[in-house]
């Protein structure tokens, strides 16, 4: 009786355990697969490395703060990977714009275009609270990451 009860039990965790290690693994393949290069030589996250690094210059200090405040809402475990994607969406508009300084309005839109849409809602709620008006950035909604 006892040794069908343990062999239910060893095969309750053979199952918990594939399943986190296939969870953890599709997490991991996802984050490879963005390592590899793409036709211009470089992958998803050299060219994000790039463009905060040759914006760097454009950011000052309340806009490094807007950024944190709109990033508040992702979790702390991940904020960082989402300040490096939605930073460098950023500074590409910036680049691309040959902006002097990175103002209120290439973080709103350069937030709204790095975000998926599943996180629209969170970001119109954020911005609500700052009272930023999202009429303006309508467009770039329909533009975003899928």
Not at 3 to 24: P, Q
Request: hydrophobic share 50%.
């Amino acid at each position: 009786m006892l040794d069908g009860w343990f062999l239910w039990f060893i095969l309750f965790w053979v199952v918990v355990l594939v399943g986190l290690f296939a969870i953890g693994g599709f997490f991991m393949f996802r984050k490879f697969l963005k390592l590899f290069p793409k036709e211009d030589g470089k992958s998803i996250i050299d060219w994000e490395e790039y463009y905060v690094n040759e914006s760097l210059h454009l950011w000052d200090d309340q806009a490094k703060a807007l950024l944190e405040e709109l990033c508040s809402p992702v979790p702390e475990l991940f904020r960082p990977v989402a300040k490096q994607k939605i930073g460098a969406k950023i500074g590409q508009l910036a680049l691309e714009e040959k902006l002097d300084k990175v103002d209120l309005d290439v973080i709103i839109r350069g937030y709204i275009i790095a975000t998926p849409k599943r996180d629209h809602r969170f970001l119109r709620k954020k911005l609500a609270e700052m009272e930023i008006d999202v009429e303006p950035y309508e467009e770039f909604f329909l533009l975003s990451a899928k």
